[in-house]
Structure formats: C-alpha cells, structure tokens
C-alpha cells in the first residue's frame, strides 16, 4: 500500500517521482465497498466537485474535500470502467470551469478532454534482451542513427485518418529495419488539443494521444522494435503548456503550474503558458512524466524541446525582468533541468538524455558536477543551419564560404553532439532538403547523396526527418502524410535504397562512431582547399583503422586528385556517391590505388584518384605496406 501521507509531503517538497500513484484516480476497497479514489491539486479553489457520466455531468456533481496541502479527494462508487471524468473546479475568483485530469493516462477522443476511467493491464514485456544488452554496451561508442517521425503524417488512411500505432507497428516497424535505422524518435505522443501544434502544446503530461491509438497500442510497438534492435526516443515538452482554459491552464483560479510573474507566466511567441519550474509541486509533477513514460513505455531516450526558453528569461518576444543577479539566466529552469537528469540518470543510466538547444552559453552536455546540465546529448543546430546554407549555394560561390563546412570541426567536441536534418527545417517555407539543393533536378540528388554522406562522416550521432529519406520535394505538412507517390519515380526510388545502404555503411563501419566526443576520432586532411572545394578527412577507431573521406563540393570532376595520407599502403574505395544504381553516372567504383611516397603538407604519402564530380568517395587500406625510408642524401 501507498503511503499517502508521505506521497502528499514529497510532492510538496518536489520529490515525489510517480506522483501519479497519488492523484488521478486509482480502484480501491474502502471498508468492503469497491470505487475509485479521485485526487487533484487545486490549492486555491474555493470547491471542485467530480462530474462524469456517473453524475450526469453537472446534474448530480459530487463534492470533494480538500485536505491541509491543497489536494481535493474523494471516494466513491458510482463510476464504471470506462466512463468518462473531469473536475468542476470553481476558482479563487468564483468562476466555475469544468478542468480535466492532469494525471490521466487517457482522454477522449479530440476535440473533447474527459479523461477515460480505465485501467490499462499490466504489460508482459519480452524485452528483456534489448534491455540486457542497452545496459551492457550503453550508447556512447555505439551507433546512433535516429529516424525521426510525427507520428500522425509518416501514412494515412485514404480519408485522410492517421495510421494508429497498431499499423505503424506493421508498417514503419519493418521500413526502419529496411532503411537500417538504429532509432526512432516521435515528435510528442502525450495528449494535444491541436494537431496544428504537431504536438508540442501539451494538455495531458501523463496521456497518450488519443489519435495515435491506445497505451497499449504503443507499449506493443515498443516492444516490437526493440525485437528488431530499433530504440525509441520520444520529445517531451516541459517549459511550456497549453493555454486552453479547460487544461492546466489557472488550474483554481490562481498560478497553479506557471509562473506568479505574468510576464514569465506568458510565452508570447508561442501563445502558451510556461511552467514555474521553481516550485516544488510542479518538480513532482514534470519529473513523474517523463519517468512514468520510460517506465511505463521501456523508453530508450527523452528529447526535451526548447530548453533555451527554460534557461533564459530573455528568450521570449515579450518584456522580461532580469535575475537577482541582474542577469538573463533563469535559475529556476537551469537547476530544474540538472535535477531532472540527475534524477532520471539515477533510476535509468543507460537512457538517452537529448537536448533541443540553440545557444552557447550554458553547458548543456555533461556532468552536473562541472556546472553542465547533464544532457547525454544536444542538437547541434549550429551545423544544421550552416551546412544547408552551403549546399544551397551556388557551387560557383562556395569557395567563399568553405568555412561553413569547415567551422564545425573548431567545436565538434564542445558538447556531445547530434547532428540533426529536423523537421523544423523542412516547413513554413524554409523548402524540403531536397528542394533547397542547388541545380536541376539530377544535381539536387547529387547534392543530397553528398550531403548524407558529410552527415554520416562528421563526428556525432545522426538524425533525419522522415521524407528526407527519398528526397520529398514538398515540404512536409502535419496533416497530409508524406509524398509516398514520388517513389514511383526512379531517382527517388534510388535515393532511398541511397540512404539505406548508406545507414548500413555507417552501422557496419565502427570507425564513424566508436570515438564520437573527442579529436581522437577524426584527423583533418586538408580543410584549406576553397580553390577545388573539396574537404578531406580521416575518422578513426580505437584500433587504429580508418576511412578516409573526401567531399567535392563543386559539379567538376577532378581526374588524378591526390591527397596526403598516414598509412603507406594499397587502398580501395569503398564508397561513392556518385555510382549508378544511387542516381548517379558512375558504372565502376575507382580502381584500386597504391599510394607513393611523396611529402604532402605533413604526410609521408600520397594517394592519387579520381573525385568525382559533386560526390563523395571515401577509401579504405586493403593492405598495408612496409615504409620506404629515404636514403641519405636522396
């Protein structure tokens, strides 16, 4: 049994990490009769009365006593499985609004916000080996590969019905095992009153999206991509809500889960309200979230969105007032964050913590300790937005802005990094990937196919959107699914089959990412070259094997190019865009190449191929030679 007064104290004093063991409601036995409890958090509200379909909504509310920490319960047995509850809560103010569960598990269907009365049966998980072997190797030294998908627009019915987990089980499932994807990561699955919001306006912390299927729905989907060795990683939302007044929004009248401080209360920019992530209840409350999400989903990673609106106070459209100290930093969301990951980090070592943040002046990835906030990993999108706006230009003109490519490598390391391809990046007109390649239509594939390959090369762990894939002209939109009509055509056809085997390549090549966090992984060849335009470098793993990379970023092949490099030996490419069955006019990789002893910049040797034109080749040591050691005098 739960001890409720001790669930009542630590959620006071933000440590209650399953709060919803406590609220919500839960089947109990009161003295021989069988109900339900009912418990919610209105500290301010002048009566909340329980209504449903067991009260006949408002004709019969049943009133709920409030206890010294402002928690209403009440006990009754009218309810059956499967009813539908709210709260009519009447506030400070004397205004009365019908508020929905925030602990529930599960609401109807949209645009309604009654939470459903069912208790979902406790899951048999087969998992066990998925999870044996996460805990064993972890994720640091091991690929990570992450297709990302909103969960509503990846396929829908012909009347325009979102595909429900039950068929993404059978149908994505098998399509990232085809495109050899190590992880999949959802834009939010908790319940949203707006699909418009494509998820990131949240009501329901602890529901699963109604429109998506059931719990169940999605706990079997789980379990099924870990059988297939697939992670699952899903965005969660903590700084901001919903401003709809029938969900958490001035819950009892007063500032219940945002700020005091209207001005801090307000996201402006995004029409929501932000939570006050000082207070000690509201700690229980996002905490117990995302933990009841990994528990009660076998989650492998959480990518908490905006986390720049949680550490700045500045970060908003609106007037803002600065800290005690004068600064922008806020405090509350800044020690807010470490102990979500301190927390987490203690029950679940060996899960993926990621960050979405844009600035540089907090350190993100890292031990608490240090002062970091104790991400695993963040979104460098630093190197999103520089590498696009290089392949959007004119070839002519990149010479001139080769440091966009090459900026990178100055704080590859600065943070544990993945490098995502969004889906901010390809909506409200910012044009797909593809779309935004320069050329006609066979370039931008060209373009594509080099781009992937610097992505795949480039130390840190990788993320594209869903579409990207095949290279989707249109933009992605969150009602529509996405352009599957365009593989009938035979260059997207073969830009798929491109980016799957390109993601085995990555899987099978342990060079791209056992040494992901420091210089040790990867030795810059030539990153002066604006002349040619051309990049080349070397990644490297523990045992000293390596691939050498090289990118042509202009439409010109270079027939006899020739680079420097460490290992005098026979060497073989093992990699090019630019090969016939991916699109490209290459029948033939090159020949096998044999290196020469020639002083190149710092190198020893020499090896000599032929780059072809807007691709990438990357080339590997068939057979090492003995060095030729340069007689005096010679």
């Known amino acids: 049994m739960m001890d409720t007064k001790e669930a009542l104290r630590t959620f006071g004093t933000g440590e209650n990490f399953h709060a919803q063991h406590y609220f919500g409601f839960h089947k109990e036995t009161r003295n021989g009769t069988e109900g339900y409890s009912f418990r919610v958090w209105a500290p301010n509200a002048q009566s909340v009365h329980l209504i449903g379909d067991f009260t006949q909504w408002r004709e019969n509310p049943l009133a709920m006593e409030r206890n010294e920490a402002g928690v209403w319960e009440i006990f009754t047995d009218l309810p059956k499985e499967n009813q539908l509850y709210k709260y009519l809560v009447k506030r400070s ?14 609401f109807e269907k949209r645009p309604g916000t009654a939470a459903v009365l069912t208790d979902f049966p406790e899951k048999k998980w087969k998992d066990t080996l998925w999870l044996g072997r996460r805990k064993r190797f972890g994720f640091r030294n091991r690929p990570v590969n992450i297709y990302e998908v909103h969960a509503g627009s990846w396929k829908q019915h012909d009347d325009g019905r979102p595909y429900q987990f039950k068929e993404l089980t059978e149908e994505l499932i098998p399509y990232l095992v085809k495109m050899n994807y190590t992880h999949v990561e959802f834009m939010p699955l908790m319940a949203h009153p707006l699909g418009m919001s494509w998820g990131y306006q949240l009501m329901g912390y602890f529901a699963f999206e109604h429109s998506y299927g059931t719990p169940e729905d999605f706990q079997n989907f ?62 229980s409350f996002l905490i117990s979230s995302a933990k009841f999400w990994i528990d009660y989903y076998h989650l492998d990673g959480i990518r908490v969105d905006a986390v720049s609106n949680m550490l700045y106070r500045d970060y908003d459209i609106g007037p803002w007032t600065p ?23 203690k029950f679940y070592p060996d899960i993926m913590m990621i960050a979405e943040e844009s600035t540089s002046d907090t350190k993100i990835t890292g031990p608490i300790e240090y002062d970091a906030l104790g991400f695993d990993y963040k979104w460098n999108m630093g190197w999103m937005n520089d590498i696009l706006k290089f392949y959007e230009e004119d070839p002519i003109y990149r010479k001139y802005d080769f440091n966009l490519v090459t900026f990178s490598f100055m704080y590859a ?34 373009g594509l196919r080099n781009l992937y390959t610097y992505q795949i090369c480039h130390p840190g762990k990788k993320l594209l959107f869903m579409g990207s894939e095949f290279g989707q002209f249109l933009e992605w939109k969150y009602d529509y699914q996405l352009e599957w009509v365009n593989l009938e055509d035979d260059l997207n056809k073969k830009m798929q089959d491109f980016t799957s085997q390109l993601n085995a390549f990555y899987k099978e090549h342990n060079v791209l990412w056992q040494i992901d966090d420091s210089y040790d992984g990867i030795e810059i060849i030539d990153a002066d070259n604006t002349d040619q335009t051309v990049l080349s470098f070397i990644r490297k793993n523990k045992d000293g094997d390596m691939l050498i990379c090289v990118f042509n970023m202009v439409p010109v092949e270079r027939k006899d190019f020739t680079i420097g490099v460490p290992v005098a030996g026979i060497y073989e490419e093992v990699w090019n865009t630019e090969m016939e069955e991916f699109g490209g006019v290459w029948k033939e990789h090159n020949l096998q190449a044999r290196t020469q002893d020639r002083l190149w910049k710092n190198y020893h040797h020499t090896l000599s191929f032929t780059l072809p ?22």
């Not at 103010?93 to 599960?106: H, S």
């Not at 034109?613 to 010679?634: F, H, Y």
């Open 93 to 106: 103010t004397g205004q009365e609004v019908e508020k929905l569960d925030p602990f529930a598990i599960y």
């Open 413 to 446: 390391f600065s943070e544990n990094f993945i490098l995502p391809f969004s889906h901010d990046e390809v909506v409200h007109g910012k044009k797909s990937l593809m779309h935004k390649m320069w050329g006609d239509r066979y370039n931008q594939f060209a």
């Open 613 to 634: 034109a807007l691709g990438a080749s990357i080339w590997k040591i068939k057979r090492r030679l003995a060095k030729q050691i340069p007689k005096k005098g010679k």
């Open 222 to 283: 789980v379990e099924a991509c870990h059988l297939n060795n697939i992670g699952v990683i899903v965005d969660w939302v903590p700084g901001h809500f919903t401003i709809n007044d029938d969900a958490l929004a001035y819950f009892d009248g007063t500032p219940t889960f945002e700020y005091e401080d209207e001005d801090r209360a307000h996201n402006r920019g995004w029409g929501a309200l932000n939570f006050d992530l000082g207070k000690n209840q509201v700690q």
């Open 323 to 345: 800290n005690k100290d004068g600064g922008n930093r806020n405090y509350e969301g800044y020690y807010f964050l470490q102990k979500l990951n301190a927390v987490l980090k």
